[in-house]
């Protein structure tokens, strides 16, 4: 299984909602990558977790909650969310962050639409 | 600040043609170089992956050469087929962690 999956493949919520956005890979990966991108622009790193620890918050506004329950699971927390965060929201994996450089494996994505 | 430009920003050829996409980065110092090819409202695929001590890495009909020291890879790609069609990105490591820096891609149409 080489595969990221990620749910839901679209998501549409107003400011007031919470919702969240998951991630899983059975890999065996130990590194685990959430990214933002805009329409025709390229990925923006949000965060990283390394051992299911945070090792790289990008100065993420509060409203993102990262939240890594095991090594398999990455999930995004969100909540009072601006028409700004619309976005396609990816999640990566990697073997080990630690070492540097290794090959990301990307999920399809979210789509996220704040009304 | 590690920058990372693709050129052309757009691309369409006719299917058939061989083609080159530049990647250009102003830090010489990585780790690694990485190419993906991304689909329409899609996640990102790696392509190819070449260490900093390596000049280039082939996978079928691409082909990616790095050069560090003038801080340029490109990507190779054989007789284009209309399912080469897709934006292509290229990512720099910088020396430590995996922390990419992405370009700002290069959206092939490869026609009938």
């Known amino acids: 299984d080489t595969e990221v999956t990620q749910t839901p493949k679209h998501l549409v919520m107003g400011m007031t909602n919470k919702k969240s956005l998951k991630c899983e890979q059975h890999m065996g990966h130990r590194a685990m990558y959430w990214y933002k991108q805009k329409a025709k622009k390229p990925p923006e790193l949000m965060f990283v977790y390394s051992y299911e620890k945070l090792s790289i918050n990008e100065s993420v506004p509060s409203r993102f909650s990262p939240e890594c329950p095991n090594s398999s699971l990455l999930n995004l927390h969100l909540h009072a969310l601006q028409p700004e965060d619309s976005a396609l929201y990816l999640c990566?994996?990697?073997?080990?962050?630690?070492?540097?450089?290794?090959?990301?494996?990307f999920g399809s994505g979210t789509q996220l639409s704040v009304l | 600040k590690q920058e990372v430009t693709q050129i052309p920003a757009a691309l369409s050829v006719p299917e058939g043609e061989n083609l080159v996409l530049n990647c250009s980065f102003t830090?010489?110092?990585?780790?690694?170089l990485q190419w993906f090819r991304q689909d329409p409202g899609k996640g990102l695929t790696s392509l190819l992956l070449i260490q900093s001590s390596q000049r280039e890495q082939t996978s079928g009909r691409l082909n990616a050469s790095l050069d560090k020291s003038s801080g340029r890879s490109t990507l190779y790609i054989a007789a284009s087929q209309p399912g080469d069609s897709a934006t292509y990105l290229c990512a720099v490591t910088p020396g430590t962690a995996s922390k990419l820096t992405f370009g700002t891609g290069t959206r092939l149409q490869v026609t009938l």
């Open positions: 830090d010489s110092a990585i780790y690694n």
């Open positions: 990566a994996s990697s073997q080990d962050s630690g070492a540097g450089g290794e090959k990301l494996f």
